[in-house]
């Protein structure tokens, strides 16, 4: 029964939110040459897990530049849900107008960002079955700033959806059970981000 509210509650993480690592060398970019490639060049498999001299790893979604460009729509259309209070939950329950303002806020990282993580980092531990508290602020820290300007970073959210899942497993059936408002808020607002990665 555990394993069924485990699943119910965990955002999908399908070829790891479709995240790429890319292996990326400023001297291996074309230019000057009217060349439509300038900038660095990206390569997946051929070099996987090999580190070059001169090298970084960049983590892009997977689909590369449209597919960013479907997460950031989703992080606009997410931040105006919010801001109009009209985020639901996947199973359709409403979201208090209170608890969306204070996931907006987080997201975007507004001045009142840090006492609206305290906020929900109480009412979450504080909940019957609540998660140890380490693994809740660990969430909240990933979802500080994550949907700002409307610009999600790859990583940012990659993190934000492991954190996620690992409280989901550090939680007991009845916090499962008798979701906080505001686990419902995180679970769909990171639903709607990673929504465009798996279409």
């Known amino acids: 029964m555990l394993m069924k509210w485990l699943?119910?509650?965990?955002?999908?993480?399908?070829?790891?939110?479709?995240?790429?690592?890319?292996?990326?060398?400023?001297?291996?970019?074309?230019?000057?040459?009217?060349?439509?490639?300038?900038?660095?060049?990206?390569?997946?498999?051929?070099?996987?897990?090999?580190?070059?001299?001169?090298?970084?790893?960049?983590?892009?979604?997977?689909?590369?530049?449209?597919?960013?460009?479907?997460?950031?729509?989703?992080?606009?259309?997410?931040?105006?849900?919010?801001?109009?209070?009209?985020?639901?939950s996947p199973t359709g329950i409403p979201i208090p107008p209170a608890i969306q303002q204070l996931l907006l806020s987080i997201l975007t990282g507004d001045a009142q960002a840090g006492n609206n993580i305290n906020a929900v980092t109480a009412a979450l531990y504080s909940a019957t079955g609540a998660p140890p508290l380490n693994v809740i602020q660990d969430l909240l820290a990933s979802l500080e700033k994550l949907t700002r300007d409307e610009k999600v970073v790859p990583a940012k959210l990659l993190a934000a959806v492991l954190a996620y899942n690992a409280m989901i497993l550090a939680s007991n059936e009845e916090f499962l059970r008798n979701p906080p408002a505001e686990l419902r808020a995180i679970q769909a607002s990171l639903a709607k981000l990673v929504q465009p990665t798996i279409s």
């Open 7 to 88: 699943t119910n509650w965990q955002v999908s993480l399908v070829a790891a939110v479709l995240l790429t690592n890319a292996l990326v060398s400023p001297g291996m970019a074309q230019t000057g040459n009217q060349s439509d490639a300038t900038g660095a060049i990206l390569s997946t498999g051929d070099f996987a897990g090999q580190t070059f001299p001169g090298t970084t790893t960049v983590t892009g979604f997977q689909g590369g530049e449209p597919a960013q460009i479907a997460v950031n729509q989703a992080a606009a259309s997410l931040n105006i849900q919010l801001a109009d209070n009209n985020l639901t």
